[in-house]
């Protein structure tokens, strides 16, 4: 897989990264994955089947979701200079109804620069 740019900015959770200073707040940044609706149908209808079974196809799905979100708050991030991404918080949310469900993920959280 080839590296881009945003790949050196750093992500964490916290609310800063140990034995970096951070210089510059530079705003909230975020990233955002949709996935589609029948997947989603499937997945509930397989977990009516198979109680206390893992879904490991829907795993990796919701694990892909993920990493796009990421690296999408990471290219933006890169945008503005930033070194690191703080704070972040992911988000999963149902959104639609009926044969128009989706689940989206989202990533956000505080770019910063370090002195």
Same mark, same amino acid.
């Given at each position: #897989?080839? /590296?881009?740019?945003? %790949?050196? +900015?750093?992500?964490?959770?916290? %609310?800063?990264? *140990?034995? /970096?200073?951070?210089?510059? &707040? @530079? !705003?909230? +940044?975020?990233?955002?994955?949709? #996935?589609?609706?029948? @997947?989603? $149908?499937?997945?509930?209808?397989?977990?009516?089947?198979?109680?206390? !079974?893992?879904?490991?196809? &829907?795993? $990796?799905?919701?694990?892909?979701?993920?990493?796009?979100?990421? *690296?999408?708050? $990471?290219?933006?991030? /890169?945008?503005?200079?930033? /070194?690191?991404?703080?704070? +972040?918080? @992911? %988000? &999963?949310?149902?959104?639609?109804? %009926?044969? $128009?469900?989706?689940?989206? +993920?989202?990533?956000? !959280?505080?770019?910063?620069?370090?002195?």
């Amino acid at each position: #897989m080839a /590296h881009s740019p945003s %790949d050196a +900015v750093l992500v964490t959770t916290t %609310d800063g990264v *140990q034995d /970096h200073k951070v210089t510059a &707040y @530079l !705003g909230i +940044v975020s990233g955002e994955a949709i #996935m589609g609706t029948n @997947l989603f $149908k499937d997945f509930f209808a397989s977990i009516r089947d198979v109680v206390g !079974g893992r879904a490991g196809a &829907y795993e $990796k799905s919701l694990r892909e979701a993920k990493e796009l979100a990421l *690296q999408q708050m $990471k290219e933006e991030a /890169h945008a503005l200079g930033a /070194h690191a991404v703080i704070a +972040v918080d @992911l %988000d &999963y949310e149902v959104i639609g109804g %009926d044969d $128009k469900t989706m689940l989206m +993920v989202s990533a956000n !959280g505080t770019a910063v620069r370090f002195g």
